[in-house]
């Protein structure tokens, strides 16, 4: 039996266990494994998605649900995992602080300025897993901030956490800033829609927040 058949029945048994976590925390038991990848001595991966995400139909709609949209820089990400005392994992998500070079809207109260440093809830996790090694999960393939790349976040806070905020519609809601234009594709020949409605998202807020 080889390495990857090995991994993918031992990763079966933690379907189970991934319709058990949130992978947000907003608490929601909505989620479908959807793909397993393997690399050699590296991570398996395991992506997830939501099978009832939040629609958001614009980027105003999006805008609305968040309490604070900004410019920033990652500085320091670190894994958070805690279990109870039977191995139930309790909180799961990926720390990162991230260091603020403007504030478009800030609606928490809390009067952020540039050179602030907030924390923000990444929907991903590791954990070891024994018998397979180190499992990450994500929902819809989100990809973690990158340190020193400047994003545009909208961000709302996260309930039952003190100044902890997550990221309204995951990759709706997350704009690198001097990214190229070019959407990645799929078979080679036309854009996948969720990259397609990310540009477009993308494009509308770069233009609200004179970001072009």
């Known amino acids: 039996m080889g390495k990857l058949t090995k991994v993918f029945l031992a990763l079966c048994l933690l379907i189970g266990i991934a319709s058990g976590v949130y992978l947000s925390l907003g608490g929601k038991n909505n989620l479908e494994v959807m793909a397993i990848e393997y690399d050699e001595g590296k991570i398996v991966k395991v992506i997830a998605r939501e099978v009832f995400p939040v629609p958001y139909k614009d980027p105003e709609h999006l805008l609305s649900t968040g309490s604070l949209v900004i410019l920033g820089k990652p500085i320091k990400s670190e894994n958070v995992v805690t279990k109870d005392s039977e191995g139930i994992l309790i909180d799961h998500f990926t720390l990162t ?12 109260g809390r009067k952020y300025k540039v050179g602030d440093i907030i924390k923000v809830a990444e929907p991903t996790y590791v954990v070891d897993v024994r018998g397979t090694g180190l499992v990450k999960f994500t929902i819809d393939g989100y990809e973690d901030l990158e340190k020193e790349k400047e994003y545009l976040l909208v961000l709302q806070e996260e309930a039952g956490y003190d100044e902890l905020y997550g990221i309204v519609g995951l990759e709706l809601g997350k704009h690198e800033l001097n990214v190229s234009e070019e959407m990645p594709v799929l078979n080679h020949t036309q854009p996948h829609p969720a ?3 990310k540009e477009e998202f993308r494009v509308d807020l770069f233009k609200k927040f004179q970001l072009n």
């Open 97 to 108: 602080e991230v260091e603020l070079t403007n504030v478009f809207t800030d609606k928490s």
């Open 195 to 197: 990259n397609v409605q």
